[in-house]
T-cell receptor, first 113, second 110 residues
């Protein structure tokens, strides 16, 4: 089954404790992206990647890191999480030829206390 | 800059029609629409690439007027399954960065 998977789905952590949210897709998509969703603000892009080893900032990259060492994986790293990073996070992927037809993962709900 | 969606929320009875608008202060090269049902991930509906282009997806269609820098999503004879939040998205000039509107919450009641 074609899908984007994220782990963990739910996470409660404390300020300053480094964490990684994994994202993996099995569709051989070149483009991958991370979004955060907050009430009233919609989906805001954090980082995106056009292909392996090619990443760039979205609209809200502060406090996040990403890497793309393999085509199928695109982990999101929070080196020192803060309460304002409490949010619902989505990973998405798409073919480079149909960039805007993105397939979203199920989401990761992160709470930082 | 985030596109502006209107209305923010709408309540319909089954069978009624609705229009959701998406406008931008910057030039639009494409507009894409997604629907997110409660507790689920967003799902792609359609993309519009040319001025004045219209597309359809079941009884949901959309138009894109690049001169007016706006797109409209038309939901005809709404069904209970149409309930959810609708997002329009646009691309930056280079095309790789995606910017979504804040969303329009649609609730269809029986």
């Amino acid at each position: 089954e074609a899908q984007v998977t994220q782990n963990p789905r739910y996470l409660i952590t404390v300020t300053g404790k480094k964490l990684t949210v994994t994202c993996s897709q099995n569709m051989n998509h070149e483009y991958m992206s991370w979004y955060r969703q907050d009430p009233g603000l919609g989906l805001r892009q954090i980082y995106y990647s056009m292909n392996v080893e090619v990443t760039d900032k979205g609209d809200v990259p502060e406090g996040y890191k990403v890497s793309r060492k393999e085509k199928r994986n695109f982990p999101l790293i929070l080196e020192s999480p803060s309460p304002n990073q409490t949010s619902l996070y989505f990973c998405a992927s798409s073919w480079s030829g149909r960039l805007y037809e993105q397939y979203f993962g199920p989401g990761t709900r992160l709470t930082v206390t | 800059q985030q596109p502006v969606q209107s209305p923010q929320a709408v309540i319909l009875r089954e069978g009624e029609d609705a229009v959701i608008n998406c406008s931008s202060s910057k030039a639009l090269y494409s507009v894409h629409w997604y629907r997110q049902k409660h507790g689920e991930a967003p799902v792609f509906l359609m993309i519009l690439l040319k001025g004045g282009e219209q597309k359809g997806h079941d009884k949901i269609s959309a138009s894109f007027n690049e001169k007016k820098q706006q797109s409209s999503l038309y939901l005809t004879a709404s069904q209970l399954s149409y309930s959810g939040t609708y997002f329009c998205g646009t691309a930056n000039t280079g095309g790789f960065k995606t910017i979504f509107g804040a969303g329009t919450r649609l609730f269809v009641k029986a």
